[in-house]
């Protein structure tokens, strides 16, 4: 499975950062290429998501929740996925690490996707983590 890392630093408390990401189903206000994030149970929640023209969906649920540290998921049906957000503190601020690995539906997709999309798919992430940093700090202003 491929491993997908980034961390940023946010200028607030752990515990703004997690009350944000926590919220998973506003997730799609981070970035146009998450279409929708619904909930379908208590802990889990419907991804529809376009990255570089394709779409994918899957269904996640939520491992591990400790306030205001950690939050992890597993993709239950869908794109195979897990990951996790580990929060800590900074110097008043907060650095976000965020880490995915997923798996797609065939070696020859996933090598394609690998080569080809890898860019694509850290872009999106950066995008994701600069506009939630933005987010979370306009709020303190």
Known sequence: MPIIEKSILIS???EEVFAIIVNVE???DLSPSIKKVTRISNNSYHWEVNLAG???EWDAE???TEKPKYLSWRSIRGIENCGEY???PQD???RLI???EYHLPSRVFEVVVNTFLESSFNRWLAEILSNLKKVIEK???
């Open 12 to 14: 607030a408390s752990p």
């Open 26 to 28: 506003n997730m799609s």
């Open 54 to 56: 394709m779409a994918l």
């Open 62 to 64: 939520l491992l591990k």
């Open 86 to 88: 580990v929060l800590e």
């Open 92 to 94: 008043g601020k907060t």
């Open 98 to 100: 965020f880490r995915m």
């Open 139 to 141: 709020r303190r202003d």
